[in-house]
């Protein structure tokens, strides 16, 4: 069962999205690990992991696990494919950001460009 830590700024949206609500976060995009995510894993989400806070926020089943990259100029391809302005747009969205500028400056900031990793979705 991998674990998933979630910043407080997500909190709300995954919450919302584990009861399926609109609003709700049902996706994250994860640097690669040593055991990639694969669908039907087990997801045991949780916000302020290896700290006096620690909080499970739920347990979700992996129903997709994608190969996703981001290229220096924040371009994204996911199992290969360029994403469209327009699908891109709704990625971010999707995965909790207001807007495609604020999905790439936290990416820029919080792993650096380019990026491998996999978009998950429960």
């Known amino acids: 069962m991998p674990a998933l830590n979630f910043k407080k700024q997500f909190v709300k949206a995954v919450r919302l999205g584990l009861r399926c609500k609109p609003g709700g976060k049902r996706q994250t995009i994860r640097a690669i690990r040593k055991r990639p995510f694969v669908a039907g894993d087990?997801?045991?989400?949780?916000?302020?992991?290896?700290?006096?806070?620690?909080?499970?926020?739920?347990?979700?089943?992996?129903?997709?696990?994608?190969p996703l990259r981001m290229d220096q100029r924040g371009n994204v391809f996911i199992t290969g494919i360029?994403?469209?302005?327009l699908y891109l747009?709704?990625?971010?969205?999707a995965?909790?950001?207001?807007?495609?500028?604020?999905?790439?400056?936290f990416f820029r900031i919080n792993h650096g460009l380019p990026f491998r990793g996999q978009l998950i979705r429960w």
């Open 82 to 85: 360029h994403l469209s302005n």
């Open 42 to 66: 087990e997801l045991i989400l949780f916000t302020g992991m290896r700290t006096k806070q620690c909080c499970c926020l739920g347990v979700a089943l992996c129903k997709s696990a994608y």
């Open 89 to 93: 747009v709704a990625l971010a969205l």
């Open 95 to 105: 995965d909790g950001f207001d807007s495609v500028a604020s999905f790439r400056d």
